[in-house]
Structures are given as C-alpha cells and as structure tokens.
C-alpha cells in the first residue's frame, strides 16, 4: 500500500500558520488559496 498524502515543508507550514494567526482571512479561505483541508491550518 502506498502513501496517498502529501508532505509539506515546515517553511510552508509557517507560512500558512503566520497568515492564519494574523487573522486578515478565514480559515477556509487560506486552505483553499495553499490547497490545504481547514482541519489542516487549524492544526
């Protein structure tokens, strides 16, 4: 079975984390813009 997942570099995982924590966008509008599931940025 392989892996059906993405990885993603922790300089994109601070990058999404910095812009959902300053709060300019809602959550489902950063995961759509990056391609993320919300349950993702809130992580």
Same mark, same amino acid.
């Given at each position: 079975m392989s %892996?059906?997942?993405?990885? @993603?570099? &922790? *300089?994109?995982? /601070?990058k999404v984390a910095l812009k959902a924590l300053a709060g300019e966008k809602t959550i489902h509008e950063i /995961?759509? %813009? @990056? *391609?993320?599931? &919300?349950n993702q940025v809130t992580q």
């Open positions: %892996k059906t997942g993405r990885n @993603h570099a &922790p *300089q994109f995982k /601070a /995961a759509a %813009k @990056h *391609q993320v599931h &919300p």
